[in-house]
């Protein structure tokens, strides 16, 4: 069993930055991905970033050149850096991580970027 923590949202206004965080804790071992996701009310989720435990690394296309995923392998946490942050990256962030076949998510985070 696996869990996750999410931290780091918050209130932002248009222009600035946060991070957030994921910790991850359980049975975690081997190849894994670590990944963070978005969902507005009354909107699908939406992909973000992801990253693998190699270090490669994923963007969706609305947050290229924005977003930064980067982790900390010895802590389990992921993190991701959101620069630049417009009204529209308002969203509650969660994030997952795959595990062998089983796929854990956290409770997520609320971010809030004001015009």
């Known amino acids: 069993q696996v869990q996750l923590v999410e931290s780091g949202g918050g209130l932002v206004q248009a222009g600035g930055s946060l991070r957030l965080s994921c910790a991850a804790s359980g049975t975690i071992s081997g190849m894994n991905v670590m990944a963070w996701y978005r969902q507005a009310p009354g909107k699908q989720r939406e992909f973000v970033a992801n990253i693998v435990s190699g270090g490669s690394t994923n963007y969706g296309d609305s947050v290229k050149g924005r977003f930064t995923i980067s982790r900390d392998s010895a802590k389990n946490t992921v993190y991701l850096q959101m620069n630049s942050l417009k009204p529209e990256d308002t969203a509650d962030y969660l994030c997952?991580?795959?595990?062998?076949?089983?796929?854990?998510w956290g409770q997520g985070t609320q971010v809030t970027v004001s015009s």
């Open positions: 997952n991580i795959l595990v062998g076949l089983k796929l854990y």
